[in-house]
């Protein structure tokens, strides 16, 4: 259902027929081998910690030239020269082969379909279709501080510019998405390109990270430890976990921590807090119940433990969850 952003009382303006039709063939790709979509960010776009400077699909059939002999003066590029940006570009191949090289890499790479790839601002790159194949990319091109944040703190490397994400409907959604709202290009236009690009940068850290694991037991392992710690966060230790999944502890401790962030006795520790403002929250048994509830025998231990993660007693938690100091 299309959203109606229009004030009460007013009507629609009407689009005549002619106009209709060009704004359909404007926004749909899936016939078509190309579509560009250059935007220009007005200052206080910036200010959202995000802007789109440009969005765009194209299907390069076996040897045609890359590329196409219309790309846009401003994005010039030869694939054997490489190029410079001054903005990230996130690209996704959806079909056929090809190859990708940066100065941070500093060797060639070949890129199949379900690949995506980002280049950085200032870094040296080359990407091109393989000339047997061609192939089908989408791109998103944009700047702002949110994307120098996550890379200042390693969500995103230079040294590791691709992703393996596979092929995901969603994330073609989104791309045609974002063609549609800079084609458009209503009020406001920009700060929604912003979270389409953050959900597509989401979804590549989220795709890449896990399908590492589906090609492994790995991923089904350590399924299974979160499984045993949400039933026995009472009373199970992580060295029982390991010995029950039949892994050396150092190995396990290792994975679990790169799959979850959490150590595997920080992510118990967790649980367990969680769990326990639930029951300060929900339940009527007094504090010292719950501390024994959640496996501490000491109750010293668990107020104190309580209040240096929650930064408040377990009683001042329960009295302003339960609206007791409203």
């Given at each position: 259902?299309?959203?109606?952003?229009?004030?009460?009382g007013t009507e629609a303006p009407e689009i005549n027929p002619e106009e209709q039709q060009q704004r359909e063939e404007e926004i749909q790709h899936i016939?078509?081998?190309?579509?560009?979509?250059?935007?220009?960010?007005?200052?206080?776009?910036?200010?959202?910690?995000?802007?789109?400077?440009?969005?765009?699909?194209?299907?390069?059939?076996?040897?045609?030239?890359?590329?196409?002999?219309?790309?846009?003066?401003?994005?010039?590029?030869?694939?054997?020269?490489?190029?410079?940006?001054?903005?990230?570009?996130?690209?996704?191949?959806?079909?056929?082969?090809?190859?990708?090289?940066?100065?941070?890499?500093?060797?060639?790479?070949?890129?199949?379909?379900?690949?995506?790839?980002?280049?950085?601002?200032?870094?040296?790159?080359?990407?091109?279709?393989?000339?047997?194949?061609?192939?089908?990319?989408?791109?998103?091109?944009?700047?702002?501080?949110?994307?120098?944040?996550?890379?200042?703190?390693?969500?995103?490397?230079?040294?590791?510019?691709?992703?393996?994400?596979?092929?995901?409907?969603?994330?073609?959604?989104?791309?045609?998405?974002?063609?549609?709202?800079?084609?458009?290009?209503?009020?406001?236009?920009?700060?929604?390109?912003?979270?389409?690009?953050?959900?597509?940068?989401?979804?590549?850290?989220?795709?890449?990270?896990?399908?590492?694991?589906?090609?492994?037991?790995?991923?089904?392992?350590?399924?299974?430890?979160?499984?045993?710690?949400?039933?026995?966060?009472?009373?199970?230790?992580?060295?029982?976990?390991?010995?029950?999944?039949?892994?050396?502890?150092?190995?396990?401790?290792?994975?679990?921590?790169?799959?979850?962030?959490?150590?595997?006795?920080?992510?118990?520790?967790?649980?367990?807090?969680?769990?326990?403002?639930?029951?300060?929250?929900?339940?009527?048994?007094?504090?010292?119940?719950?501390?024994?509830?959640?496996?501490?025998?000491?109750?010293?231990?668990?107020?104190?433990?309580?209040?240096?993660?929650?930064?408040?007693?377990?009683?001042?938690?329960?009295?302003?969850t339960q609206g007791k100091d409203l």
């Open positions: 259902m299309e959203e109606n952003n229009r004030p009460s016939d078509d081998s190309l579509h560009l979509k250059y935007l220009v960010i007005n200052p206080n776009d910036l200010l959202w910690g995000m802007a789109v400077n440009s969005v765009g699909f194209q299907e390069i059939g076996p040897g045609m030239p890359y590329p196409p002999s219309n790309h846009p003066s401003r994005y010039l590029f030869s694939a054997e020269k490489g190029r410079i940006l001054n903005e990230y570009q996130l690209l996704y191949i959806t079909k056929g082969k090809g190859y990708f090289t940066s100065a941070s890499l500093g060797h060639k790479v070949p890129v199949t379909k379900g690949t995506m790839f980002l280049l950085f601002p200032g870094e040296w790159h080359s990407y091109y279709p393989d000339p047997d194949t061609g192939w089908k990319e989408f791109w998103i091109g944009f700047s702002g501080d949110h994307m120098h944040k996550w890379l200042g703190n390693g969500f995103f490397s230079k040294a590791k510019p691709i992703y393996t994400v596979g092929l995901h409907n969603d994330v073609v959604e989104l791309y045609d998405n974002a063609i549609k709202v800079a084609m458009e290009q209503e009020s406001g236009f920009q700060q929604l390109l912003s979270s389409i690009v953050t959900h597509l940068l989401g979804l590549a850290y989220f795709y890449e990270k896990n399908e590492t694991y589906r090609s492994s037991e790995l991923g089904d392992q350590i399924n299974r430890a979160k499984i045993m710690i949400m039933e026995q966060y009472r009373t199970i230790k992580p060295e029982e976990i390991a010995k029950a999944l039949c892994m050396g502890y150092s190995n396990f401790r290792k994975v679990f921590k790169e799959y979850t962030g959490f150590s595997p006795a920080k992510y118990i520790q967790e649980m367990k807090f969680n769990k326990t403002k639930e029951e300060l929250t929900n339940s009527t048994l007094s504090i010292k119940e719950i501390a024994y509830a959640m496996g501490y025998d000491n109750y010293e231990y668990f107020f104190t433990a309580f209040r240096r993660q929650a930064g408040m007693t377990p009683a001042e938690y329960r009295a302003i």
